[in-house]
């Protein structure tokens, strides 16, 4: 009888870590969606779908979001390891906020906004690196 209430307690107490685990995960991607990262990631789809010929594009589209599975993985997996879930819910309250709102409503046009400069910039960056690494 003790080995059956060990173990039920045992699964009780998995099944009740899982949920946490569960929990805190969901909050970790809504963060992520809130922060603005989902949609500087739209603007640069938006960039690059353009070059894909129209007959191709439903196809590239869908390849496109399947290769940053990884990417949201990895952003998940560091939230999970340097936040604790309590912090995650204080960072989520912030985001809810008028100005929270606005920083992930802005956070497309800043990456818009900031694109050429970013283009400009990393081809003067090609050139100094070949400058220097001679």
Known sequence: MKKLL???VFALTANLVSAQD????NDVKKLIEMTGSTSQIEVAKKQVVGMIPADKQKDFLKEFDESLKPVFKTMEDFYLENYTHQEVKEIIKFYETPVGKKMTAKAGALT????QSIQEWSM???????????
């Open 6 to 8: 060990l173990i039920f």
């Open 22 to 25: 569960d929990a805190f995960r």
């Open 112 to 115: 818009e906004a900031s694109l």
């Open 124 to 134: 003067s960056l090609q050139s100094m690196i070949m400058k220097y690494a001679q």
